[in-house]
């Protein structure tokens, strides 16, 4: 294979969203709607993060990644050398990259880590340790691709002088790597990460959200049994992973917190006349109202949605900034996603929630995901590519990302970072998906 070298951010077509089935209650947009006039989505990322810099929100001014020996509460962005590009540096110092591109550095250690974690996984992702570079212990990081699972059939794209493309249609992808390019992954976030996450299928058919177990077991789990709760049927689209999440959690979190400031009366408790004391409200995630009427006998306010998608983040907007990041810490979602090595972010776009619209006249994504190849303290690098408007398409313009967590920097989110972009408007759920 041929190691990766510095490149300036890929150009993906913009006008193909990325596809996905919305959920029931929760249509979208047509899955080829296109993105007129939207910019390339490297340049957004980058774009955004920049921004909050400026806002003094991100520290991006130091002469070195390492701050001038300060401490790192998360990644540090700056160049390696005056009027260099900008790299990442990871938490504790042992990964950096370039952003967007496929230039990754980092410790001999911090590869070893990753693949043993990346082989527990079951991943179709090796990282190869390369050349050793100037500043530090860090040596160049390849990427090489198992083929046990991927003997799907795939096609390369080639952008002719005039204009043209020229399809090729391969019987087998690990051929395709093997003539035409080893750094071929599949044009399609889905099934990208899925590759990193050792997914049963291409399709995801292997994948569950992943979830934190509350109580005195605590941990996580992946769509088995949670708090009691019968685990809901998740297929392959993000919309339904982040339906299983409110279905899961609401409940349990609003039984807790019914004293809560941030509870609202006929959203997230009742009363019974004469008595102060407040009842947690189901969420009833299986059942359809057939009038306000009966929603209110229930004791919803009588604008509270009928159906159990819309009804889901209507509850969970109604509880505000304070509740909303409360719910949040509790599900591992948004801010709170946090997946390790062999796992994936999965953002859904959520139509169906109040609020919900499009930036700037642009269709939206119905969602993305992005595989996690490498961990540091709380930071996070993810392989990414991008779909471009045909299946089962392969090419070699995937790039690598590096994202904080919530308890550093605000603005180094994955979630932060991808919601600024526009490309899924101004309402999205970010969680973590694995196999298993």
């Not at 974690?117 to 390369?130: D, E, F, H, Y």
Request: proline share 5%.
């Amino acid at each position: 294979m041929r190691e990766p070298k510095a490149q300036k951010p890929v150009v993906h077509d913009a006008s193909k969203p990325d596809r996905g089935s919305a959920m029931a209650g929760d249509p979208g947009p047509a899955p080829n709607a296109r993105l007129a006039g939207q910019r390339q989505l490297a340049e957004l990322v980058s774009g955004s993060t920049r921004q909050v810099a400026q806002r003094g929100m991100i520290s991006a001014t130091m002469s070195s990644p390492r701050m001038q020996g300060a401490v790192i509460q998360r990644y540090a962005e700056a160049p390696l050398a005056p009027g260099g590009p900008d790299y990442r540096t990871s938490q504790n110092g042992a990964i950096r990259l370039e952003p967007m591109t496929q230039n990754l550095q980092a410790t001999a250690a911090a590869i070893t880590t990753a693949n043993e974690s990346l082989t527990a996984a079951k991943s179709a992702v090796r990282l190869v340790q390369g050349a050793a570079v100037p500043g530090g212990n860090f040596r160049q990081v390849g990427i090489e691709w198992k083929e046990a699972r991927l003997k799907s059939s795939a096609s390369t794209v080639a952008n002719n002088p005039d204009g043209s493309q020229t399809v090729t249609d391969h019987a087998n992808l690990g051929a395709a790597r093997a003539a035409v390019d080893p750094l071929l992954v599949w044009a399609d976030c889905s099934k990208a990460s899925a590759e990193v996450s050792g997914s049963t299928s291409m399709d995801r058919g292997g994948d569950h959200v992943v979830m934190p177990v509350h109580g005195s077991k605590g941990g996580t789990k992946k769509g088995s049994k949670l708090d009691g709760l019968k685990a809901q049927e998740i297929d392959a689209s993000a919309t339904k992973f982040t339906n299983a999440v409110y279905i899961e959690l609401l409940d349990s979190f609003l039984k807790a917190n019914t004293a809560a400031a941030y509870a609202a009366v006929g959203y997230h408790y009742k009363t019974t006349p004469g008595s102060a004391r407040r009842t947690a409200l189901s969420l009833a995630p299986t059942k359809t109202y057939a009038s306000a009427q009966q929603a209110k006998a229930a004791g919803f306010a009588e604008d509270i949605p009928l159906t159990p998608g819309p009804r889901a983040r209507f509850i969970y907007h109604k509880l505000g900034a304070a509740g909303q990041a409360a719910f949040d810490v509790y599900a591992g979602i948004n801010h709170s996603a946090a997946p390790v090595v062999g796992q994936s972010y999965a953002m859904a776009t959520e139509h169906s929630a109040p609020g919900s619209a499009a930036v700037g006249g642009a269709a939206r994504w119905i969602y993305h995901y992005a595989g996690v190849i490498m961990v540091d303290g709380g930071d996070r690098v993810t392989l990414e590519n991008y779909a471009v408007g045909a299946k089962k398409v392969v090419n070699s313009n995937w790039v690598l990302q590096m994202y904080g967590t919530a308890a550093g920097a605000p603005g180094q989110t994955f979630h932060d970072q991808h919601l600024a972009t526009g490309t899924h408007g101004t309402r999205a759920t970010t969680l973590t998906i694995g196999n298993g």
